[in-house]
């Protein structure tokens, strides 16, 4: 468990994978190791074997904060949501530990644009979480959702230019600016995108950005 834990902090995915899977092997009952191996199975692009770890999880401690929104955010994804689910999950989980802002965010995700606001407001209203990089990214982006975009642009420079180790948030602002055709910074966000180890960014994501990038010639 520790060696696969160091190198999943690392975002060295498929370092983890073997002694993940060895941990589980040795305590298949064992929640940190169901949730744990969920997270690496995502990252390689197993998300079935993702999902049943983590159900397994849940299973096994419906009170385990780690695997509720562990397995809520799996299913909050992909091209079929199952969107229900996700929400009741999602929900126990902020029931556990109302400080995180996660489960939070997911559900703000999960609503109508003109609903999340309320979610992303009472999260910015917790001191810890005022100034919390995905939090701020997403209040802006609420604000563009309800067309109002004074301070959004600036936000979002100042976000890129004091995360330069994030490659979610830094994938996430390209795709803003790409948007709205800004595309200098656009270049400069998937640029530093595809700078990311490959273990720490997403394989098809990155073939997006590298066509984008091209479009944008």
């Known amino acids: ?27 298949p009952d064992n929640v940190n190791a169901l949730v744990l191996r969920a997270v690496i199975c995502e990252k ?7 999902v049943e770890n983590a159900l397994k999880a849940v299973n096994i401690n419906s009170n385990s904060f780690a695997a509720l929104y562990t397995l809520g955010r799996l299913y909050s994804k992909g091209k079929r949501p199952r969107t229900g689910e996700a929400v009741n999950l999602l929900i126990k989980a902020n029931r556990l530990r109302p400080e995180h802002p996660y489960p939070l965010i997911l559900l703000a995700n999960l609503h109508r644009a003109g609903q999340k606001g309320s979610y992303l407001a009472a999260l910015q209203r917790l001191p810890e979480f005022t100034n919390s990089p995905e939090v ?23 976000l890129f230019e004091e995360n330069p180790d994030n490659p979610e ?18 270049r400069k966000a998937y640029r ?13 994501r990155s073939v997006r950005i590298q066509n984008r990038l091209r479009e944008m010639r």
Do not use: C
Request: glycine residues 6%; positive net charge; charged residues 30%.
């Open 1 to 27: 468990m520790t060696r696969a834990l160091n190198e999943a902090v690392e975002g060295r995915w498929q370092k983890a994978d073997q002694p993940s899977a060895e941990a589980l092997k040795k305590t």
């Open 44 to 50: 390689l692009g197993r998300n079935d074997e993702a």
């Open 136 to 158: 701020v990214f997403e209040s802006h982006m609420n604000r563009v959702y309800n067309r109002d975009h004074r301070g959004v642009e600036a936000a979002y420079i100042k």
């Open 169 to 186: 948030l830094t994938s996430a602002i390209g795709g803003y600016f790409g948007y709205f055709r800004r595309y200098e910074f656009a």
């Open 192 to 204: 530093r995108y595809l700078a990311f180890p490959a273990e720490r960014r997403s394989a098809e």
